[in-house]
Nanobody
Framework: QVKLVESGGDSVQAGGSLRLSCTASGNIISINAMGWYRRAPGNERVLVAS???????NYADSVKGRFTISRNDAKNTVDLQMNSLKPEDTAVYYCSAVVATTLYENRYWGQGTQVTVSS
């Protein structure tokens, strides 16, 4: 069993910053393609930022230059530093990871953490 737990969501004013953290735990052999997604009200869940299996980073165009993703493989964590937040960044943010266990490899999701940016 693998579990992803996010933290750091909050309500902030436009222009502010937040740092989201996600910790993976369980019967983990390796973690690949770890990243962050978000779902704004009435919209589908979309990629915000991620590490690919090869370690490269991907960012949504809307967050480039404002958000930075980082990971600590020793601690099985991935963080998202969000600066210059805008009201349109308001969403539920989800951590996701492709995790290899002793039995199989699968994609897992956290429960989500709410980020609200007011103008």
């Amino acid at each position: 069993q693998v579990k992803l737990v996010e933290s750091g969501g909050d309500s902030v004013q436009a222009g502010g910053s937040l740092r989201l953290s996600c910790t993976a735990s369980g019967n983990i052999i390796s973690i690949n393609a770890m990243g962050w997604y978000r779902r704004a009200p009435g919209n589908e869940r979309v990629l915000v930022a991620s590490f690919t299996t090869g370690g490269a980073t991907n960012y949504a165009d809307s967050v480039k230059g404002r958000f930075t993703i980082s990971r600590n493989d020793a601690k099985n964590t991935v963080d998202l530093q969000m600066n210059s937040l805008k009201p349109e960044d308001t969403a539920v943010y989800y951590c996701s990871a492709v995790v290899a266990t002793t039995l199989y490899e699968n994609r897992y999701w956290g429960q989500g953490t709410q980020v609200t940016v007011s103008s």
